[in-house]
């Protein structure tokens, strides 16, 4: 069991990725009309869990069919896959049948959503699904041909969000949109500073990621901007009111970025300081959904301000 809650990337806090946009999605439909159903949230959180392990199983089992994590040397919490193929837990034909019965299991929860929520559901749906499955399926590959970052982004930002704040109320809006790009960006830094200590693997099997196409110097700047964007897109949106006051208190990560950015403005040349940089993204992220939850769900006490 404990190889099984590794390989779906519970121990290093994946699932958390997912639970961020969805729960804020349903946030936001709380602050704009303090009502919320808790068993609709509970489905739609065990839908996009079941297909966000499926996704995780895949990747690692396309990795390893790849022969990136099997070459690769550098071990980190955050990257080089979990291991579990490589140090013998579980044979790789077994990831792949239980990442096509995880697919399944989140199919059956969508449908089920979507039969209680309304069809323009299922496009969300059909788009994450096709996402997670293709992201190192070959031959599509997506994670492979330098566009995994974006639909990262697009995932576990908008789509998710949207679909958290869709199954609540049964639209989308600007608000939800605007949160969605904040903490997808997010998510893209992510997975873009994971990729650093993967270079040398990932370049020689040719997963031409962008730290593989543009080397993990540049790499590492776009993590910083794809934070700072992410920043300046919350600060916008607190302004111009399509976010509610409340955001504001997200703000308060900066100082957190700016440490981590400033660190990363000197050469590294130690896989040690790039795992600090791993882990402080994603506590930043984690800040950041804290902070706007507590401000949504104060709006969805007091009205939105």
């Not at 994590?69 to 071990?75: L, Q, S």
């Not at 969508?110 to 992201?135: D, E, H, N, Q, R």
């Amino acid at each position: 069991m404990k190889a099984w809650i590794r390989a779906i990337g519970f121990y290093r806090g994946f699932l958390l990725v997912s639970f961020v946009p969805t729960s804020l999605g349903a946030a936001v439909a709380f602050a704009q009309t303090s009502g919320f159903s808790w068993g609709l949230f509970a489905l739609t959180m065990l839908a996009v869990w079941c297909s966000h392990a499926g996704t995780n199983l895949l990747n690692d089992y396309y990795d390893h069919v790849s022969g990136t994590d099997d070459i690769n040397e550098v071990r980190t919490p955050f990257s080089g896959g979990t291991r579990v193929i490589q140090e013998n837990m579980l044979p790789a034909w077994k990831l792949k049948i239980a990442a096509v019965i995880f697919f399944g299991i989140g199919a059956v929860l969508f449908l089920t959503l979507i039969s209680l929520t309304g069809w323009p559901l299922l496009l969300l749906v059909v788009f994450g699904l096709a996402s997670g499955w293709f992201y190192t399926w070959r031959p599509v590959w997506l994670a492979y041909r330098g566009f995994g970052e974006l639909f990262i982004l697009l995932n576990f930002g908008p789509a998710l969000v949207w679909t958290g704040y869709y199954t609540q109320l049964r639209s989308v809006d600007l608000t939800s949109l605007m949160i969605g790009l904040i903490v997808g960006l997010w998510a893209a830094a992510i997975i873009t500073i994971n990729e650093v200590p993967d270079y040398v693997a990932d370049k020689a099997v040719g997963k031409n990621n962008l730290v593989v196409r543009f080397g993990p110097a540049l790499g590492i700047k776009l993590w910083a901007t794809l934070l700072y964007v992410a920043l300046a897109l919350l600060v916008g949106g607190v302004f111009t009111g399509i976010l509610p006051r409340t955001a504001a208190l997200a703000m308060l990560v900066t100082p957190l970025i700016i440490r981590l950015t400033d660190r990363a403005s000197r050469p590294i040349e130690e896989i040690a300081e790039v795992t600090e940089l791993c882990g402080g993204t994603i506590k930043s992220e984690v800040t950041v959904w804290a902070l706007l939850l507590v401000g949504l769900i104060v709006t969805g006490f007091q009205g939105w301000a």
